[in-house]
């Protein structure tokens, strides 16, 4: 039990330190497209979210769950339906945070970007990246 403890917990600091990298990802091109180039946020936000998406997906294949060897079909269409959740929670969290409550487009967004780590955690470990026993799928 205190292995399977152990491995959540290492798990769960990878995924963290993933994300982390991955914000700065997303956070710096949502800022050079709206602020730099002045596009509109929700393009900003959506063309932001695909290239963070790219890496987040690769970076948790290779080094948070180390699941190379799991079939990469199964695995990009659950993360595909992960994304589509996930993309439509950050649009309400932004519009609701921006246009509804007029704050900054730069932090709506950051909280946006928030409101979706703990299903992306969860979805991408039991399901997308899910082992059985001790092999990734």
Excluded: D
Aim: charged fraction near 10%; glycine fraction near 10%.
């Amino acid at each position: 039990m205190k292995r399977i403890v152990s491995l959540l917990q290492i798990e769960a600091v990878k995924y963290v330190v993933v994300g982390g990298i991955t914000a700065i990802i997303y956070v710096g091109i949502f800022s050079m497209l709206t602020t730099g180039l002045g596009l509109e946020y929700r393009l900003g936000i959506s063309l932001a979210y695909v290239a963070a998406v790219l890496f987040h997906y690769h970076m948790n294949r290779i080094y948070t769950f180390k699941a190379m060897s799991s079939s990469q079909i199964y695995q990009v269409s659950t993360y595909g339906l992960l994304l589509a959740v996930n993309y439509g929670i950050n649009l309400l969290v932004a519009y609701l945070c921006i246009t509804m409550a007029g704050m900054n487009p730069f932090f709506g967004a950051i909280i946006a970007m928030v409101s979706t780590v703990f299903t992306g955690y969860n979805v991408s470990k039991f399901i997308v990246f899910k082992v059985r026993g001790g092999i990734h799928e």
